[in-house]
């Protein structure tokens, strides 16, 4: 489910796929690791983590535009975990659901992996933006100050018929922030983060 409305903001999502065609010969972020004998991707939590960390530092500098005042980044903290829970919770309400609501900070805090080292579950970006709108957590950051405006829930999953997939769950941006290309962007990051570690789609 998507925390956004309207045709403009359904992030294209069928394009992804495309994306991932356009990506192949991108050469800037490491791959996983891959046995030369089998061809399978091995994934490390560590590895993985860096792949996601350089590909949204490098989506932030080079597709969002200055003037969006957004920049992403992966939740690896405890603080990070309540702006995510938050977030989570505004997407609920915005679906008229927040009842349903049943995962816990402690949930997320072990499944994410966060401060220990359990493999981790999910992966969670933040969108961070800057010094205007409504936002949690805030940050310094180049330029300003930056909160919690949104969010993206993704985790690995595996296809009988392709294989290892990346699996989008939840995208959600506070509305004050949309129309800025910020979810396009963070749709071509996943496809690169998908690319990069060996998933079929």
């Known amino acids: 489910m998507f925390g956004l409305n309207g045709e403009s903001e359904e992030i294209e999502v069928r394009k992804v796929v495309g994306m991932l065609d356009i990506l192949q010969n991108e050469k800037s972020i490491p791959r996983a690791r891959t046995p030369s004998t089998s061809g399978a991707v091995i994934l490390r939590k560590e590895e993985v983590r860096k792949i996601v960390d ?8 080079t597709l969002l535009p200055e003037k969006a005042k957004l920049r992403f980044r992966r939740a690896s903290s405890l603080e990070d975990v309540d702006n995510m829970m938050k977030q989570i919770r ?40 800057e010094g205007e709108g409504e936002g949690e957590g805030e940050g310094e950051g180049e330029g300003g100050t930056y909160s919690t405006v949104g969010f993206a829930f993704f985790f690995f999953n595996y296809c009988t018929w392709e294989g290892r997939v990346l699996y989008l769950e939840d995208l959600h941006i506070n509305e004050s922030f949309r129309k800025r290309g910020g979810g396009k962007a963070l749709m071509k990051a996943l496809a690169m983060v998908a690319k990069k570690t060996g998933c079929k789609r």
């Open 54 to 61: 350089d590909t949204l530092a490098k989506i932030s500098k």
């Open 90 to 129: 505004d997407l609920a309400e915005f679906e008229r659901a927040l009842e349903c609501v049943r995962t816990t900070k402690e949930e997320l805090v072990m499944d994410g992996g966060i401060g220990n080292e359990n493999e981790p579950k999910y992966y969670c970006v933040l969108i961070e933006g």
